[in-house]
């Protein structure tokens, strides 16, 4: 199974505003019966604000791709690799997991 997402955020600090896009691709994975899946997320960032220096007022912007991030999830206890139809019927108990991510500059 693969699903796409999205989400913006946006951040001020005095007179600067930071706008933050982000869409992210993940896969669900079978790893040895239990669920986990591989993520991909790529974000996008705007900052915009003014400054003071020397008195004079500056007015700053940037914007561009800020560094993607992959990541890989699996849970280790409690959650099995199921098929759709057996997925309705799980009862979640206990779930015990791990990831590592990392960032690619």
């Not at 199974?1 to 079978?30: C, E, R």
């Not at 604000?49 to 849970?75: C, F, R, Y």
Request: hydrophobic share 40%.
């Amino acid at each position: 199974m693969n699903f796409v997402t999205g989400g913006i955020a946006q951040a001020k600090s005095g007179s600067y505003t930071l706008h933050t896009q982000a869409v992210s691709l993940t896969h669900v994975i079978d790893f040895a019966g239990q669920s986990g899946r591989l993520t991909l997320a790529l974000p996008y960032g705007e900052l915009s604000g003014t400054g003071h220096v020397g008195g004079q007022a500056i007015n700053a912007s940037a914007e561009g791709l800020s560094d993607p991030m992959i990541k890989a999830s699996v849970n280790l206890y409690g959650a099995p690799a199921l098929s759709n139809s057996q997925f309705r019927d799980y009862q979640q108990d206990l779930i015990i997991g791990a990831s590592i991510a990392a960032t690619i500059p």
